[in-house]
């Protein structure tokens, strides 16, 4: 079998590669794919954790679940914003919406 | 510590699909590409779901983030098609945030790599036991009221809002 170590380093990686997106571009839409890849991350290690140490307590399973709806409505309402935005602004530079600042 | 059989090689390939996948979400110019890029690397979580015996959510995987969410940022992204090929890639403070991520990387490998999950503070190379609760099981903990039915009636909700409100952010007010 794989260490379990091995996912918990890959699930790392993914999250930090997505933190580093999340911090650095400018395009709102890239920045909502980083954040999938984070929460993707999160869900191969709660999978990860429920097959190697609690495979008969379906917490893992149903909490990953939970991830996928709350991702589902988060890219929803999400590109939704970045709609909106654009339609008002012609711009999805995240550093052009400075609306809410003053 | 590996041996060299059929899982190993598969674990190997889904985590170049994921880890090259994140990669090229973060550094494609082209955003149609970052999401062909973003698919690869969900496409190989949803390996790494089917490796650890869940095939339910390997095929939600599927479903819902290729089929659903990456086809959504597609149309985001082509809506917003001016905007996909911006001047600069990322902002002013890109070198920062790059040591911070790195930062963050090597204490979150610290954190694996150090043996502390298993018991007695041994490293767990294999699964406490091959009996796994299958979709069956799932589908019957999430409607069971003395585990996961209130979330589960929740999460529902969450959606039927998200949905009202994405359609409402979303809606032209002009007319």
């Known amino acids: 079998m794989i260490p379990l170590w091995m996912y918990l380093a890959v699930a790392a990686g993914i999250f930090c590669i997505g933190t580093y997106g999340v911090l650095t571009r400018r395009n709102a839409v890239a920045i909502l794919m980083s954040v999938e890849l984070m929460l993707n991350a999160v869900n191969i290690n709660l999978v990860a954790f429920w097959r190697y140490i609690e495979p008969l307590n379906m917490a893992g399973q149903a909490f990953a679940a939970f991830v996928f709806v709350v991702a589902a409505a988060e890219a929803a309402v999400g590109l939704a914003i970045i709609i909106a935005v654009y339609r008002n602004r012609r711009s999805v530079i995240v550093e052009d919406v400075n609306m809410l600042k003053w | 510590m ?146 996961y039915v209130l979330p589960f009636e929740v999460a529902s909700l969450l959606l039927t809002a998200a949905m009202i409100g994405a359609i409402v952010i979303a809606r032209d007010d002009q007319e």
Do not use: C
């Not at chain 2, 041996?3 to 985590?15: C, G, H, K, R, S």
């Not at chain 2, 190989?44 to 959504?72: D, E, K, N």
């Not at chain 2, 917003?80 to 204490?107: E, K």
């Open chain 2, 2 to 147: 590996l041996e060299f059989n059929a899982q190993t090689i598969a674990f190997i390939v889904f985590a170049l699909f994921s880890l090259g996948g994140a990669l090229g979400v973060v550094t494609t110019r082209n955003l149609i590409h970052a999401t062909l890029y973003l698919i690869l690397s969900l496409f190989g979580a949803a390996g790494f779901f089917v490796l650890l015996s869940a095939p339910f959510l390997a095929a939600v995987q599927v479903l819902v983030y290729i089929g659903a969410i990456a086809i959504l940022i597609v149309f985001a992204v082509m809506l917003t098609r001016s905007m996909t090929r911006i001047s600069d890639l990322y902002n002013r403070q890109w070198l920062l945030s790059a040591i911070v991520a790195g930062i963050l990387f090597v204490v979150l490998l610290a954190g694996v790599i150090v043996p502390v999950w298993g018991v007695n503070g041994t490293q767990i190379d294999r699964p406490v036991s091959d009996v796994v609760a299958g979709t069956v099981d799932l589908g019957k903990a999430l409607v069971d009221q003395n585990q």
